[in-house]
């Protein structure tokens, strides 16, 4: 399919040769003009995806919850910033914001939101005016303050570069044009990246997810100096390995990740080993990674999910138990063990809800 940033992309190969696949993720996501996040909401039945959020106000409820128990682990300070990485619709904040009133009522936080895509900055307004949010394109502006940080689905999606390894070491994947020289195509780089030293059998890809882990470390030099603690649930492993985790997703279906830039959602998965390892060496205390499952269930889902079928219809309570089990089962048709949550603070946060320290 050609589209208008797949020329743009197949021009800059042209003048300055092949890109790294952290450049052409860049370029698909975020374009000023043609980006997949700048042109579109992604989200629903009618986008490409859907998300926790989305299928049940469950889960923004109770990451409402471990807000309130984070912020009076933290002595309640009246100065809080609540940062959300990537809001979407802005439909976890609205559940979790309406779940923190009642189990805060004293907790008045300032709302903060990185959020680059104009589409859905008018989303987040609609549902989250009231709270008088404040918009950022990048963590770089958050001000000074106790904070306390949202960001599910948001790593998976930064840029990654990936190394494929060979006898003479490790060589760069790159994309650059097919030999009709329209379609884009996989190829390597000519020279080995001697910075690379890590072992691993022929052929096997490694990827680097350099963007996650500066904005690890970056937050978490923001919550030691300042006091906090930032969530991420992801879809991710927990132990290293080599593979080739990136997928492009278009209509709630994969395509090829090279066909449509800009049209399809690009992602892989996120490495939680790696961001742990970031955070900690800022001086930053780690708890988790545990599966999503496991963290919702200790969070109180099954006793939500019951409160909320008691006064709900026979339908109603199917499809409430319907999306409890997809946010929980284990297998592949749902996020259960797919996903994990993880969270660093400053190290004063012995313990936070749903995640135990993690071990030494």
């Known amino acids: 399919m050609t589209t208008t940033l797949l020329a743009e992309i197949r021009d800059e190969i042209l003048a300055s040769g092949p890109i790294g696949l952290d450049r052409y993720m860049g370029l698909c996501l975020g374009h000023p003009v043609h980006g ?11 986008g490409d995806f859907v998300t926790a959020p989305e299928i049940s106000q ?10 309130a128990a984070t912020w009076a682990a933290m002595g309640a300070p009246n100065d809080l910033l609540l940062v ?12 979790a914001l309406r779940a923190l009133a009642r189990a805060a009522p004293t907790l008045r936080p300032a709302l903060h939101l990185v959020e680059t895509s104009p589409v859905l900055r008018a989303e987040q307004e609609r549902r989250l005016g009231d709270a008088s949010p404040v918009w950022h394109d990048s963590i770089a502006t958050l001000p000074a303050a106790p904070m306390i940080v949202v960001a599910n689905e948001f790593f998976d999606a930064l840029p990654v570069r990936q190394f494929q390894r060979a006898e003479r070491g490790w060589f760069e994947r790159l994309v650059g044009l097919a030999p009709d020289g329209n379609a884009l195509a996989f ?7 001697t910075r690379i030293t890590a072992s691993g059998p022929n052929g096997v890809l490694m990827t680097l997810p350099g963007a996650a882990l500066a904005c690890v470390r970056a937050l978490a030099r923001r919550v030691v100096a300042d006091r906090g603690a930032v969530l991420a649930i992801d879809y991710g492993h927990v132990r290293p390995g080599f593979g080739d985790s990136l997928q492009a997703v278009r209509g709630h279906a994969f395509v090829p990740p090279l066909t449509a830039p800009g049209e399809a959602d690009l992602t892989t998965h996120v490495d939680f080993a790696a961001l742990g390892r970031a955070a900690t060496s800022e001086g930053a ?13 200790a969070l109180g889902l099954r006793e939500r999910a019951e409160r909320l079928g008691r006064d709900a219809s026979p339908a109603q309570r199917d499809a409430i138990t319907a999306a409890a089990t997809r946010l929980t089962d284990p297998s592949r048709r749902g996020m259960g063990s797919l996903f994990k949550a993880m969270a660093f603070s400053d190290s ?9 320290p993690a071990k030494p």
Do not use: C, K, N, S
């Open 285 to 297: 205390a780690l708890h988790g990674p545990v599966d999503q499952r496991d963290f919702l269930l």
């Open 84 to 95: 959300e990485l990537g809001p979407g619709r802005g439909t976890l904040m609205q559940d």
């Open 187 to 193: 190829g390597l780089a000519a020279e080995p990246d």
């Open 36 to 46: 997949y996040y700048r042109t579109r909401d992604p989200l629903g039945a009618r």
């Open 58 to 67: 469950m889960f923004g409820e109770l990451i409402g919850i471990w807000i």
């Open 348 to 356: 004063a946060l012995t313990a936070l809800p749903g995640l135990p």
